[in-house]
């Protein structure tokens, strides 16, 4: 069975300072990695995704992710957050198994 | 492309009442799930489709849930009859797959549901 654990439930960062939401998961088998992001009253839109390849993976709005396979990890980072930036972050993983599952989420809040 | 549609977007039931839940995934995806999200448990799946034919409900709660797809193009979940615990929001997400298990989910909005 597949698994994914969020490190931080909750990351308070002020505006410009870079940040990492952390993401750890678990799967026998090969996965498929993705992060997604919730603003208030929406549904999940993807941020970015790791199916192959290049380890480092870069998404929409100046984040990207690093697949590390021997850590089991796929830390989201971003050099410079902005006010906008505030919103809840769900890593998430998807396997032969064929459903996703997510994190716990991690609430990012960015303070002026 | 409209994306994945939800409805009603706030529900306000009482007890004991039945709830309809509805989806219309995007035009061509072969893939449809359905997640409640809460404060304490988070992101759960409760079933999902392929090709409209469930493949697991495994997450269903209880036999007060059920999920149907009698189209491509539609969805229901229906509680009944609901219980204050339901109170959640309720995603739709589809996705295209063509057997592949690397697509991303498109979400829906959600559905609040508030049962008194």
């Known amino acids: 069975a597949q698994s994914v654990t969020q490190l931080d439930s909750q990351v308070p960062v002020f505006e410009e300072a870079p940040v990492e939401l952390r993401c750890n998961y678990s799967?026998?088998?090969?996965?498929?990695l993705f992060w997604y992001v919730q603003y208030p009253n929406q549904g999940l839109q993807l941020l970015l995704k790791y199916l192959s390849g290049s380890t480092l993976v870069k998404g929409i709005n100046g984040f990207e992710a690093e697949f590390n396979k021997s850590q089991t990890s796929f830390h989201l980072r971003k050099p410079s957050v902005h006010i906008s930036d505030t919103a809840e972050y769900f890593c998430?993983?998807?396997?032969?198994?064929?459903?996703?599952?997510f994190g716990a989420g991690t609430r990012l809040t960015v303070k002026p | 492309d409209a994306g994945v549609i939800q409805s009603p977007r706030h529900e306000v039931t009482e007890m004991g009442q039945e709830v309809t839940l509805r989806c219309k995934p995007i035009?061509?995806?072969?893939?449809l799930f359905w997640y409640r999200q809460t404060m304490m448990r988070g992101l759960e799946l409760l079933i999902y489709?392929?090709?409209?034919?469930?493949?697991?409900d495994s997450g269903m709660p209880e036999d007060r849930f059920s999920a149907k797809m009698p189209n491509a193009s539609f969805s229901t979940l229906k509680i009944q009859p609901s219980e204050p615990r339901d109170s959640a929001v309720y995603f739709c997400a589809s996705s295209l797959a063509r057997g592949q298990f690397n697509s991303p989910l498109h979400f829906g909005n959600g559905t609040r549901l508030t049962v008194t």
């Open positions: 035009s061509g995806h072969d893939y």
């Open positions: 489709f392929n090709n409209n034919v469930p493949i697991d």
């Open positions: 998430a993983v998807r396997s032969s198994s064929r459903d996703m599952r």
């Open positions: 799967s026998s088998v090969s996965v498929y």
